[in-house]
Protein backbone atom coordinates (compact mmCIF):
# COMPACT_ATOMS: atom_id res chain seq x y z
CA UNK A 1 0.00 0.00 0.00
CA UNK A 2 1.10 3.31 -1.44
CA UNK A 3 -1.23 5.41 0.63
CA UNK A 4 -0.93 5.29 4.58
CA UNK A 5 -4.02 6.68 6.97
CA UNK A 6 -2.79 9.22 8.87
CA UNK A 7 -4.54 7.61 12.25
CA UNK A 8 -2.45 4.32 11.44
CA UNK A 9 0.72 7.02 11.57
CA UNK A 10 -0.29 8.55 15.03
CA UNK A 11 0.39 5.37 16.60
CA UNK A 12 4.13 5.25 15.34
CA UNK A 13 6.16 4.66 12.38
CA UNK A 14 4.61 2.78 9.66
CA UNK A 15 6.33 -0.23 7.15
CA UNK A 16 5.37 1.16 3.98
CA UNK A 17 5.64 -2.55 1.46
CA UNK A 18 3.57 -1.73 -2.28
CA UNK A 19 3.95 -1.78 -5.76
CA UNK A 20 3.03 0.84 -8.59
CA UNK A 21 2.02 -1.53 -11.96
CA UNK A 22 4.13 0.10 -14.96
CA UNK A 23 0.34 1.39 -15.79
CA UNK A 24 -0.40 3.37 -12.80
CA UNK A 25 -1.40 6.88 -13.26
CA UNK A 26 1.03 8.36 -11.01
CA UNK A 27 3.62 6.58 -13.84
CA UNK A 28 2.09 8.90 -17.09
CA UNK A 29 4.66 10.41 -18.63
CA UNK A 30 7.69 8.14 -17.70
CA UNK A 31 9.78 8.55 -20.72
CA UNK A 32 10.69 4.80 -20.34
CA UNK A 33 9.40 1.61 -20.51
CA UNK A 34 9.21 -0.69 -17.27
CA UNK A 35 9.41 -4.70 -17.60
CA UNK A 36 8.48 -4.71 -13.70
CA UNK A 37 6.52 -2.98 -11.30
CA UNK A 38 7.84 -0.51 -9.41
CA UNK A 39 8.50 -2.15 -5.99
CA UNK A 40 8.65 0.08 -2.79
CA UNK A 41 9.08 0.22 0.85
CA UNK A 42 10.33 1.96 3.28
CA UNK A 43 9.58 3.48 6.64
CA UNK A 44 7.13 6.50 7.24
CA UNK A 45 6.87 8.28 10.63
CA UNK A 46 5.65 11.53 11.91
CA UNK A 47 8.46 14.13 12.74
CA UNK A 48 6.01 16.95 14.57
CA UNK A 49 2.38 17.96 13.38
CA UNK A 50 1.39 17.44 10.58
CA UNK A 51 4.41 16.62 8.86
CA UNK A 52 5.85 12.69 7.93
CA UNK A 53 8.98 11.60 7.25
CA UNK A 54 9.62 8.94 4.91
CA UNK A 55 12.56 7.02 4.42
CA UNK A 56 12.02 4.30 1.59
CA UNK A 57 13.46 2.91 -1.67
CA UNK A 58 12.22 1.82 -5.18
CA UNK A 59 13.50 -0.84 -7.83
CA UNK A 60 12.06 -1.35 -10.87
CA UNK A 61 13.60 -3.20 -14.47
CA UNK A 62 13.88 -0.59 -17.75
CA UNK A 63 13.47 -2.09 -20.85
CA UNK A 64 15.34 -0.46 -23.43
CA UNK A 65 17.58 -0.80 -26.74
CA UNK A 66 21.51 -0.18 -25.96
CA UNK A 67 22.15 3.04 -27.51
CA UNK A 68 24.81 1.95 -29.78
CA UNK A 69 24.21 -1.66 -30.61
CA UNK A 70 20.45 -1.60 -30.57
CA UNK A 71 20.43 -4.92 -28.49
CA UNK A 72 17.34 -5.02 -26.40
CA UNK A 73 18.11 -4.60 -22.95
CA UNK A 74 16.59 -4.48 -19.28
CA UNK A 75 18.55 -2.62 -16.89
CA UNK A 76 17.70 -3.00 -13.35
CA UNK A 77 17.34 0.53 -11.33
CA UNK A 78 17.36 0.89 -7.51
CA UNK A 79 17.14 4.34 -5.51
CA UNK A 80 16.53 5.46 -2.12
CA UNK A 81 14.19 8.16 -1.65
CA UNK A 82 14.11 10.58 1.52
CA UNK A 83 10.86 12.69 1.41
CA UNK A 84 9.37 15.13 3.85
CA UNK A 85 5.00 15.09 3.15
CA UNK A 86 3.87 18.44 5.12
CA UNK A 87 0.72 20.30 5.45
CA UNK A 88 3.23 23.65 6.18
CA UNK A 89 4.16 25.90 2.79
CA UNK A 90 7.27 26.85 4.36
CA UNK A 91 8.51 23.39 4.76
CA UNK A 92 8.02 22.89 0.98
CA UNK A 93 10.80 24.78 -0.11
CA UNK A 94 12.62 21.69 0.53
CA UNK A 95 13.11 19.88 -3.37
CA UNK A 96 12.45 16.59 -1.71
CA UNK A 97 9.12 18.17 0.23
CA UNK A 98 5.86 17.17 -0.95
CA UNK A 99 2.81 19.22 -0.35
CA UNK A 100 -0.02 17.46 1.56
CA UNK A 101 -3.35 18.69 2.15
CA UNK A 102 -4.27 20.27 5.57
CA UNK A 103 -7.77 17.90 5.45
CA UNK A 104 -5.64 15.00 3.96
CA UNK A 105 -6.77 11.55 5.97
CA UNK A 106 -3.99 9.89 4.47
CA UNK A 107 -0.23 10.18 3.00
CA UNK A 108 0.47 9.35 -1.05
CA UNK A 109 3.69 7.80 -1.47
CA UNK A 110 3.26 7.92 -5.21
CA UNK A 111 4.70 11.67 -5.89
CA UNK A 112 7.46 10.95 -4.25
CA UNK A 113 8.44 7.30 -5.89
CA UNK A 114 7.50 9.10 -9.20
CA UNK A 115 9.48 11.61 -8.64
CA UNK A 116 12.89 9.93 -8.04
CA UNK A 117 11.95 7.32 -10.60
CA UNK A 118 12.33 10.22 -12.85
CA UNK A 119 15.61 10.89 -11.78
CA UNK A 120 16.81 7.77 -11.87
CA UNK A 121 15.93 6.30 -14.77
CA UNK A 122 18.93 6.26 -17.23
CA UNK A 123 19.01 8.89 -20.49
CA UNK A 124 20.05 5.70 -22.20
CA UNK A 125 21.36 2.01 -21.73
CA UNK A 126 24.16 0.42 -23.37
CA UNK A 127 24.92 -3.37 -23.24
CA UNK A 128 28.44 -2.79 -22.11
CA UNK A 129 30.79 -0.11 -21.72
CA UNK A 130 32.89 -1.73 -24.05
CA UNK A 131 30.48 -2.54 -26.86
CA UNK A 132 31.55 -1.61 -30.27
CA UNK A 133 28.01 -0.66 -32.10
CA UNK A 134 26.92 -1.38 -35.19
CA UNK A 135 29.47 -0.09 -38.52
CA UNK A 136 27.84 2.80 -39.55
CA UNK A 137 27.81 1.22 -43.66
CA UNK A 138 26.42 -2.04 -43.50
CA UNK A 139 24.70 -2.07 -40.18
CA UNK A 140 26.75 -5.51 -38.71
CA UNK A 141 27.01 -5.59 -34.63
CA UNK A 142 30.98 -4.99 -34.35
CA UNK A 143 30.64 -6.85 -31.10
CA UNK A 144 29.91 -10.35 -33.31
CA UNK A 145 32.17 -9.62 -35.66
CA UNK A 146 33.65 -7.53 -38.54
CA UNK A 147 32.71 -6.16 -41.80
CA UNK A 148 33.99 -6.21 -45.26
CA UNK A 149 33.21 -2.28 -44.90
CA UNK A 150 36.74 -0.01 -45.28
CA UNK A 151 37.56 1.23 -41.66
CA UNK A 152 36.78 4.78 -41.19
CA UNK A 153 39.63 6.50 -42.18
CA UNK A 154 40.91 8.96 -39.49
CA UNK A 155 39.87 12.97 -41.14
CA UNK A 156 44.03 13.62 -39.85
CA UNK A 157 45.63 11.11 -42.20
CA UNK A 158 43.73 12.18 -44.82
CA UNK A 159 46.31 15.16 -46.26
CA UNK A 160 49.13 12.37 -45.91
CA UNK A 161 47.14 9.82 -48.24
CA UNK A 162 46.28 11.95 -51.14
ZN1 LIG B 1 25.54 -2.60 -27.26
ZN1 LIG C 1 30.26 -2.55 -42.38
Not at 110 to 119: D, G, I, S
Request: charged residues 25%.
Amino acid sequence: MLRIDVRELAAGPVETRGELSPDDPALEGLDARLGAPVAVQGRLQAIGAERFFWQGSLRTVVEGECRRCLTPLRAPIQAEISALFSTDPEALDDPDAYALASEATAVDLAPAVREELLLSVPRFIVCSEDCRGLCPHCGTNLNTGLCACAPAVDPRWQGLRS
